[in-house]
T-cell receptor, first 113, second 113 residues
Framework: GQQLNQSPQSMFIQEGEDVSMNCTSS?????WLWYKQDPGEGPVLLIA?????ELTSNGRLTAQFGITRKDSFLNISASIPSDVGIYFC?????????????FGKGTLLTVNP | EAGVAQSPRYKIIEKRQSVAFWCNPI?????LYWYQQILGQGPKLLIQ????????DSQLPKDRFSAERLKGVDSTLKIQPAKLEDSAVYLC???????????FGAGTRLSVL
């Protein structure tokens, strides 16, 4: 089946620093999604990308859909303590009945105030 | 708008016992998903419903797991009998339709002793 490689596994940064994480796949996706999960909660959608090459921002977050459709990255600028959590990428192939999401293993972000 | 509701939030059982989880999706969402999230991993789809019909249950261990969505709204996921490796967070998600953005509940954390 499809697998997503998400890196890094964890990051420990100082407040105010910028952060970058990425996801790669051995197969193509038609949609890339980035979710954040806080402890004891379900994942919450941050950004959705629908076209190869698309660059989308949501406040301090910026994400891009790779040209090859096999990768995506998420950047967080000027990190703050509430950015702490686990960030997941997810790919969706689409078409027919195959709209299920395939998730990466997550990037654990810790922000030191 | 109310989110996806799940109960219970936590459950501790002994192996070989049975357990059931309940999910109430966002009002009007036709598609409902159950995911299993093992510690340190991303969510993995177990089963997907479109209204009260199953769209994808290819990764559901059918010898012990079952799920239903009889009236096309609420859903229950059952494990019988539970094994140690079933310890995980069980997340329910819903979307407007099969192509729509998935919104997640807070999950049920299951510990099998």
């Amino acid at each position: 089946g499809q697998q997503l490689n998400q890196s890094p596994q964890s990051m420990f940064i100082q407040e105010g620093e910028d952060v970058s994480m990425n996801c790669t796949s051995s197969s193509i996706f038609n949609t890339w999604l980035w979710y954040k999960q806080d402890p004891g909660e379900g994942p919450v959608l941050l950004i959705a990308l629908y076209k190869a090459g698309e660059l989308t921002s949501n406040g301090r977050l910026t994400a891009q859909f790779g040209i090859t459709r096999k990768d995506s990255f998420l950047n967080i600028s000027a990190s703050i303590p509430s950015d702490v959590g686990i960030y997941f990428c997810a790919g969706q192939l689409g078409g027919g009945s195959n709209y299920k999401l395939t998730f990466g293993k997550g990037t654990l972000l810790t922000v030191n105030p | 708008e109310a989110g996806v509701a799940q109960s219970p939030r936590y459950k501790i059982i002994e192996k070989r016992q049975s357990v059931a989880f309940w999910c109430n999706p966002i009002s009007g969402h036709a598609t409902l998903y159950w995911y299993q999230q093992i510690l340190g991993q991303g969510p993995k789809l177990l089963i997907q419903f479109q209204n009260n019909g199953v769209v994808d249950d290819s990764q559901l261990p059918k010898d012990r797991f079952s799920a239903e969505r009889l009236k096309g709204v609420d859903s229950t996921l059952k494990i019988q009998p539970a094994k140690l490796e079933d310890s995980a967070v069980y997340l329910c998600a819903s979307s407007l339709d099969r192509m729509g953005i998935q919104y997640f509940g807070a999950g049920t954390r299951l510990s099998v002793l």
